[in-house]
C-alpha cells in the first residue's frame, strides 16, 4: 500500500471542492461516499485502484459491476486502441457489433434477435415498450426492491422503507408522473402465491412481469422464478429477466442457465461491453418481432433507436471481454474467490460477535447484518443493521477496499488468493474498529 503523498491530498481535497460546487449532488450519480472517506480515482489496473491521493485500495465496486476483467484488461484495451484510429461511431452497421450481437445471441438461454442500447435503463425501457407492443396490453409487474434502472417505469417500489400497498407501489423518485402508477403492479419477491395470484388476475391487461432473477443480493427462492414462467406462459405474458448485473457474471449463460429457467426477454448490460457504454435486450424471435421495421408498418412498431447504440467502440470492447471470459476455469475461479471471500467475512464478522452474512451468489454478494436465516424479500432485509453496515463500511474504506457500504461486493477475474488474504485481514481489523 503505498503512502498518500501531500500534494495528492491537497490535489484530492481540491476536486472534491470542485465536484461539490459543479457537480448537481456532488457526484456522479446519487451517490457519494461519506466526507471522510470520500474520494477521486486517478487510475485503475486489475484488481486494483488508486486514488488522487496516492493510496491504493483493491476494488470490490468495479464501476459498479462493468470491470468484470478488473481494470484495464489487455485484452479489452488492445482492442480499444486498435479500433480507434477506425473510428469511434457510424450509426451504419460495423462488423464488431454485428459479431458481438452473434455472439451474445449464441450465450443467452432465451437469445434468438437482439438490440443494442446504450445503458440498462433503456434496456429495461425499450423492453418493456417491446413487451407492450407484442402483447398490446399495457401494465407489468415488477418486485419490490427489484433496481430496472432510471425510467419512468421502473422506479415504483425500488427502495421502500414501508412495505407497498400492493399491488400499488409509491413512486421512488420525484417527477414521476402519477398516471404511470396505474400501470404498474408491484409484488414482493419470492412471494410465489401472490406473483402468480396478481399474474392471474391482471392476465388480460398485463403485457410482461420483469424480474432480476438475482434480485440485488436475494436469491430466488426453488420454484418461484418457475411458478412466474408458468404463470406468464399461460397467459401470453412476456417474462423479462433484468440480467444488466447478472449477464456474463453469475455463469456464462447468465442467471438464466444458473436458475434454470429461460424467460422471453432479457437485459443485460454492466459486464457485456468490458467497461464500456453498451448494453442490449435479447430474447426470442416471436417477442424482438415488435422491434422489426421491415416486417411491421410504423405505427404498430416499437420505436427502439440511439445514436451511439452499436458503436465500434464498445463493441470491441465487449467481443474482447467476452473472448477471455468463455475461457475454461472462468467461472470456477470467479467463484471460488468469491466463496472464499464471502465465508472468510461471515466468519470473521460473527467471531466479532456480529450477525453477519454474505447474501447473494459468489461473483456477487452483500454484506449484511441480520440476524434472520429466512430473507427472502425487500422488506426482510429492510431489518438489517444499516449503521453498522456503514460503519464497517467506512473502517474497511479507510483501510483500503474500494466499497460501497450496504451494497455489494463485485468480484472479477483478475482479483487473487493474494488480494483475498489482505481483503480478509482490513475486514478483520474494520470489525475489531467497530466494536471497540
Ligand atoms: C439490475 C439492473 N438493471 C438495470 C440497471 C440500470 O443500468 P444502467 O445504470 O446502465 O442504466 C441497473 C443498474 O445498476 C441494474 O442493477
Excluded at 433503456?122 to 409487474?141: D, N, Q, Y
Excluded at 447474501?359 to 449503521?387: P, T, Y
Aim: aromatic share 8%; glycine share 10%.
Amino acid at each position: 500500500m503505498s503512502i498518500a503523498d501531500a500534494t495528492g491530498v491537497e490535489r484530492q481535497r481540491d476536486l472534491l471542492d470542485t465536484a461539490g460546487k459543479v457537480l448537481a449532488g456532488g457526484g456522479l450519480g446519487m451517490f457519494n461516499l461519506p466526507p471522510e472517506v470520500n474520494l477521486v480515482v486517478a487510475e485503475g489496473k486489475g484488481s486494483h485502484v488508486t486514488d488522487v491521493a496516492g493510496r491504493e485500495y483493491i476494488d470490490y465496486h468495479l464501476g459498479s459491476g462493468p470491470d468484470l476483467l478488473g481494470h484495464a484488461h489487455p485484452a479489452i484495451t488492445e482492442a480499444v486502441a486498435a479500433q480507434l484510429p477506425r473510428g469511434t461511431t457510424y450509426y451504419f452497421l460495423n462488423q464488431h457489433a454485428i459479431r458481438l450481437a452473434e455472439r451474445i445471441v449464441e450465450a443467452v438461454p432465451c437469445g434468438q434477435r437482439l438490440h443494442f442500447t446504450g445503458s440498462g435503463t433503456e434496456a429495461t425501457f425499450f423492453a418493456l415498450r417491446t413487451a407492450r407492443a407484442r402483447t398490446r396490453r399495457s401494465k407489468i409487474l415488477k418486485f419490490e426492491g427489484a433496481w430496472h434502472g432510471m425510467h419512468d417505469y421502473a422506479l415504483w417500489g425500488t427502495v421502500p422503507t414501508e412495505p407497498s400497498d400492493y399491488p400499488r407501489a409509491r413512486p421512488d423518485s420525484a417527477g414521476i408522473p402519477s398516471s404511470i402508477g396505474e400501470e404498474v403492479l408491484v409484488a414482493p419477491f419470492n412471494d410465489t402465491e401472490r406473483a402468480v395470484d396478481l399474474i392471474d388476475r391482471n392476465s388480460d391487461q398485463l403485457a410482461a412481469v420483469i424480474v432480476e432473477p438475482l434480485q440485488r443480493v436475494l436469491v430466488p427462492r426453488p420454484g418461484f422464478l418457475e411458478a412466474v414462467r408458468a404463470a406468464t406462459s399461460r397467459h401470453g405474458i412476456v417474462l423479462i429477466f433484468d440480467e444488466v448485473v447478472t449477464g456474463f457474471r453469475i455463469a456464462w449463460g447468465g442467471a438464466q442457465e444458473r436458475y434454470g429457467v429461460v424467460p422471453d426477454l432479457a437485459t443485460y448490460g454492466k459486464a457485456m461491453a468490458g467497461g464500456f457504454p453498451m448494453a442490449c435486450l435479447v430474447g426470442s424471435a416471436d417477442v424482438m418481432s415488435a422491434l422489426d421495421g421491415r416486417v411491421l408498418p410504423r405505427k404498430e412498431l416499437a420505436w427502439a433507436s440511439g445514436t451511439l447504440s452499436g458503436n465500434p467502440i464498445s463493441a470491441v470492447a465487449g467481443l474482447a471481454a467476452l473472448g477471455v471470459l468463455s475461457r475454461p476455469g472462468t467461472y470456477e475461479q470467479l467463484h471460488r474467490i468469491g466463496g472464499r471471500l464471502r465465508s472468510g467475512i461471515v466468519e470473521s464478522g460473527r467471531r466479532h460477535g456480529f450477525p453477519t452474512q454474505a447474501l447473494g451468489e459468489d461473483a456477487v454478494f452483500g454484506v449484511r447484518f441480520i440476524e434472520s436465516d429466512d430473507v427472502k424479500n425487500w422488506m426482510d432485509l429492510q431489518r438489517h443493521d444499516r449503521a453498522l453496515g456503514l460503519r464497517w463500511g467506512v473502517e474497511c474504506l479507510k483501510r483500503g477496499l474500494l466499497v460501497n457500504p450496504n451494497e455489494k461486493f463485485y468480484i472479477s477475474t483478475a482479483h487473487t488468493d493474494a488480494d483475498v488474504d489482505r481483503t480478509l485481514e482490513i475486514c478483520d481489523a474494520a470489525f475489531a474498529a467497530v466494536r471497540a
